[in-house]
């Protein structure tokens, strides 16, 4: 008998989507695979409305977040948490021995842009960390808001999991000053699950360059390097 799912991810998955995934592999290492990759990623700007770089992983949401305060992080990440995905971002800084503190909003508040502008004036911080749509609790945070704050800062990243509201509630990477914004497919994509992105800035790779503890699997120096060559990851 089929359950059909009413939970926030995994969703159901069209059958025109299972079918396809019964087709035939192809080389990974063909133009086949350069062709399929690329326009992955050119829809996936058009989404994201933004002219940043897409990266892939083989991995869920969390993988990429990972990535992302590892790589970007050179001197202390500023984390912002409405819930249990807030929480989780700063779990992965202290896992990776990545200086970091969490900045937490009352149950089914927001964090405000007064907040992240409270934590910068500091000086400590080169990275914020925020989640935008909060799946454990309902709460979506204005990432525009923050993201003007943000700007005042030169050298401040922005890092937003978008997992569990991309290509369901619009996200405006490049205007809202985003520099990592990750999500994955088993959400609002209504795809299988072990699939995540994230689009990356120029400015987020300057950034890794400079960390000399990347890790190599979620490195994203090299996951950028290999897509500016041919998209063959």
Not at 23 to 40: K, N, S, W
Not at 82 to 93: E, S
């Amino acid at each position: 008998m089929y359950k059909q799912l009413f939970i926030p991810g995994p969703t159901d998955v069209a059958p025109e989507v299972l079918e396809k995934m019964a087709t035939p592999m192809i080389g990974h290492r063909t133009v086949e695979a350069t062709e399929l990759q690329r326009g992955i990623s050119e829809k996936l700007q058009k989404l994201m409305y933004t002219e940043n770089t897409i990266l892939l992983s083989t991995s869920s949401g969390t993988g990429l977040m990972e990535a992302a305060i590892r790589c970007c992080t050179r001197k202390r990440a500023a984390v912002f948490s409405v819930g249990a995905f807030g929480d989780r971002w700063y779990q992965l800084a202290e896992n990776n021995n990545v200086p970091a503190d969490v900045f937490k909003s009352e149950p089914g508040q927001p964090t405000t842009p007064e907040m992240v502008d409270d934590a910068l004036k500091t000086g400590q911080y080169d990275v914020v960390t925020v989640t935008h749509n909060e799946t454990s609790t309902g709460v979506m945070n204005d990432c525009a808001a923050i993201g003007d704050v943000i700007r005042k800062y030169d050298d401040v990243l922005f890092l937003v999991d978008t997992v569990s509201s991309l290509a369901g509630s619009k996200v405006e990477v490049d205007l809202w000053g985003i520099d990592v914004c990750i999500a994955s497919t088993q959400k609002c994509f209504a795809l299988p699950p072990g699939l995540s992105l994230c689009s990356v800035s120029e400015r987020a790779i300057e950034a890794a360059k400079q960390v000399k503890h990347r890790g190599y699997y979620l490195d994203l120096v090299r996951l950028y390097n290999r897509v500016k060559r041919d998209y063959q990851y």
